[in-house]
């Protein structure tokens, strides 16, 4: 039996009861592994799919083109192969993760130079695929509102009589990153303890993530089943919450710790492309972590958004 639950949103939006024992199943999933499956949530599969269609014209291109676009890890646009080893946010030296991005974000200027140069840069949009921006800020528009549902959601299956995200998020930080795992024809054989993404949790509060099915795929860790395949089914999201919401929870629940297995050797030409969207908080947000008898650890000080988060971001990059 999978330790990852499998919960329909729209009892949420119903109400009542059917909210009540929804939030009581999202609390005992999230403390089991950090990660939920999400049905019902509103989100259209058609705009899912040509996103991931545009995403796919733009990955085709040469890498030529792809580098008038190219990023450092954290930037709004192309980050190559060979930027980012996750496993280095655990302190596991790895090699590079094999994949290629495409990487976007907020754009709410707060004002203040610098800090709008980390959290708020422009995007870039590649001129060879304009239909990319559209269906991407469609998609992150509806992206926002399920992550805002999700945050609403969590604070009642805490239990707390309001949620505290509806100030602490009104103007947040968000990434999405466009994953592209390319077959091993292009990647080459994977190195020894290589993957597509290494063993690592998220940073901020929620991930909401659209993937393909594939040999090569994602997998979730938790103390009960160890590493597992994470369950799919056509038309889910899979949800799991980052370390900023796991420190909010005073440790309640889980950074949900997973990896996406290099290609394997029965499935060596898979090509996958995940739709990643990265949920977090307004930029100077101060988190003040949950106590016991909510909280599972007292003593937990208080945070900043944007400093915890990118102290992680720091971690992951490359040289």
């Given at each position: 039996?999978?330790?990852?639950?499998?919960?329909?949103?729209?009892?949420?939006?119903?109400?009542?009861?059917?909210?009540?024992?929804?939030?009581?199943?999202?609390?005992?999933?999230?403390?089991?592994?950090?990660?939920?499956?999400?049905?019902?949530?509103?989100?259209?599969?058609?705009?899912?799919?040509?996103?991931?269609?545009?995403?796919?014209?733009?990955?085709?291109?040469?890498?030529?083109?792809?580098?008038?676009?190219?990023?450092?890890?954290?930037?709004?646009?192309?980050?190559?192969?060979?930027?980012?080893?996750?496993?280095?946010?655990?302190?596991?030296?790895?090699?590079?993760d094999l994949k290629e991005s495409f990487s976007l974000g907020?754009?709410?200027?707060?004002?203040?130079?610098?800090?709008?140069?980390?959290?708020?840069?422009?995007?870039?949009?590649?001129?060879?695929?304009?239909?990319?921006?559209?269906?991407?800020?469609?998609?992150t528009a509806q992206m926002r509102r399920l992550s805002d549902?999700?945050?609403?959601?969590?604070a009642h299956a805490l239990g707390l009589s309001a949620n505290?995200?509806?100030?602490?998020?009104?103007?947040?930080?968000?990434?999405?990153?466009?994953?592209?795992?390319?077959?091993?024809?292009?990647?080459?054989?994977?190195?020894?303890?290589?993957?597509?993404?290494?063993?690592?949790?998220?940073?901020?509060?929620?991930?909401?993530?659209?993937?393909?099915?594939?040999?090569?795929?994602?997998?979730?860790?938790?103390?009960?089943?160890?590493?597992?395949?994470?369950?799919?089914?056509?038309?889910?999201?899979?949800?799991?919450?980052?370390?900023?919401?796991?420190?909010?929870?005073?440790?309640?629940?889980?950074?949900?710790?997973?990896?996406?297995?290099?290609?394997?050797?029965?499935?060596?030409?898979?090509?996958?492309?995940?739709?990643?969207?990265?949920?977090?908080?307004?930029?100077?947000?101060?988190?003040?972590?949950?106590?016991?008898?909510?909280?599972?650890?007292?003593?937990?000080?208080?945070?900043?958004?944007?400093?915890?988060?990118?102290?992680?971001?720091?971690?992951?990059?490359?040289?």
């Open positions: 039996m999978s330790a990852i639950a499998t919960v329909d949103i729209s009892r949420w939006y119903a109400g009542g009861a059917e909210a009540d024992a929804l939030a009581a199943e999202v609390d005992e999933g999230l403390r089991r592994a950090g990660f939920i499956v999400v049905t019902g949530h509103r989100v259209d599969q058609g705009l899912a799919a040509a996103v991931r269609a545009a995403s796919r014209e733009f990955f085709a291109l040469p890498d030529a083109v792809k580098r008038r676009y190219s990023v450092p890890v954290g930037g709004h646009g192309w980050i190559g192969p060979g930027a980012e080893a996750n496993g280095y946010a655990e302190g596991t030296e790895t090699p590079p907020a754009e709410t200027s707060s004002g203040d130079p610098e800090v709008d140069r980390i959290w708020f840069a422009p995007n870039v949009w590649p001129a060879e695929v304009p239909a990319l921006q559209t269906l991407v800020n469609e998609y549902d999700l945050l609403a959601l969590f505290p995200f509806a100030a602490l998020a009104d103007r947040p930080t968000w990434t999405m990153n466009i994953n592209h795992y390319p077959p091993v024809s292009v990647v080459g054989e994977p190195e020894p303890g290589q993957f597509r993404i290494g063993p690592h949790t998220d940073f901020g509060t929620v991930t909401v993530l659209d993937r393909e099915p594939g040999a090569g795929g994602l997998q979730v860790y938790s103390d009960a089943e160890g590493w597992e395949d994470a369950p799919w089914e056509p038309d889910a999201l899979t949800v799991n919450i980052g370390d900023l919401l796991e420190y909010w929870s005073g440790r309640r629940w889980p950074s949900g710790r997973h990896r996406v297995l290099p290609p394997q050797p029965h499935a060596p030409e898979e090509d996958l492309v995940s739709l990643i969207y990265f949920y977090e908080a307004n930029h100077d947000a101060l988190i003040t972590p949950l106590r016991p008898p909510i909280g599972a650890v007292s003593g937990l000080a208080p945070v900043v958004s944007a400093e915890f988060i990118k102290e992680r971001l720091d971690a992951i990059t490359v040289g």
